[in-house]
């Protein structure tokens, strides 16, 4: 497949989205939305991927919304941004998170707007020392959206998540990572490689015990204890069928390398 907007590879099991607009920050335009509603198509069509890291080429990972892309000034109609987030964004972000499969999001440089809300809709980010966020939206007088106002304060509080989205402030990757709002901060000359090599890593691991892994965690932000508890049960019935448990304690008795097909 060819694209304009983004690049696209397989590898090793391993899926790469590769934004591809760094001359404009890699914000997001109508076509970019379009590539990417067909790669994860792709992805969900294709057993063979069994995880995707998702970065940017240039100086940034993500600028959030092209604003030029809107044309707002060739009308003297008020756009209808809602419409925008409910045609582009939101499918979006339930695109990813709603993913079976491990996903990794390299951020190679700044990450403003929806470009935060996208890094944050992954499993576990990674990101260049270098690099930093910033929570963009008050600046232009709109809301943060893309799941930002529900994801941000789960992982750093309400009082950080306020400030970060009143004031609009850079935040560091250093000090990104010290909040827990990601996973890790690397070197910048080592975040290609890591990141590749993580997501390498998951593409052999046990897929469908790591998807129930991911469903559970997700459920345990509604539900009470005992629900939870309930959950596990289940989740836990349901992984001790696959092929992979079966591997799994096969290889830890016998003392050698599991080998999971991902089933």
Same mark, same amino acid.
């Given at each position: ?10 590898d ?13 920050f ?20 294709? $057993? ?9 080429? =240039?100086? *940034?990972?993500? +600028? #959030?919304?092209? @604003? ?27 695109s990813?998170? $709603?993913?079976?499969?491990?996903v990794i999001?390299?951020?190679? =440089?700044? *990450?403003?707007? +929806? #470009?935060?809300? @996208? ?28 799941g ?23 935040l ?5 990572e ?9 070197d ?15 593409a052999?691991?046990?897929?469908k ?15 009470s ?13 349901i ?5 992979d448990?079966?591997?799994g304690v ?8 599991a ?5």
């Amino acid at each position: 497949m060819s694209f304009n907007t983004i690049e696209f590879a397989i590898d090793s099991g391993a899926a790469v989205i590769t934004l591809n607009r760094p001359d404009k920050f890699n914000s997001f335009n109508t076509e970019m939305h379009q590539e990417i509603r067909t790669v994860m198509k792709e992805i969900r069509g294709n $057993s063979e991927i069994r995880s995707l890291l998702i970065t940017g080429k =240039g100086r *940034a990972f993500c +600028a #959030g919304q092209d @604003l030029n892309d809107r044309s707002v000034a060739a009308s003297d109609e008020a756009p209808d941004l809602g419409d925008s987030v409910e045609q582009n964004y939101n499918p979006l972000i339930r695109s990813i998170t $709603s993913l079976d499969i491990p996903v990794i999001c390299a951020v190679n =440089g700044i *990450a403003a707007g +929806a #470009g935060v809300s @996208l890094a944050l809709a992954c499993d576990i980010v990674l990101a260049a020392r270098s690099s930093a966020f910033m929570m963009a939206f008050c600046k232009i007088g709109v809301i943060p959206d893309s799941g930002s106002t529900w994801i941000l304060p789960r992982l750093v509080g309400m009082a950080r998540a306020r400030a970060l989205s009143l004031l609009g402030d850079k935040l560091s990757a250093e000090k990104a990572e010290e909040w827990g709002l990601i996973w890790q901060c690397v070197d910048d000359d080592k975040l290609a490689a890591e990141s590749l090599a993580m997501a390498k890593h998951l593409a052999t691991q046990p897929t469908k015990g790591l998807s129930l892994i991911k469903r559970a965690l997700k459920a345990s932000t509604a539900n009470s204890l005992d629900e939870q508890l309930e959950l596990e049960k289940d989740f836990m019935r349901i992984a001790g069928q696959t092929s992979d448990y079966r591997e799994g304690v096969a290889a830890f008795t016998e003392k050698r390398p599991a080998q999971f097909i991902g089933k």
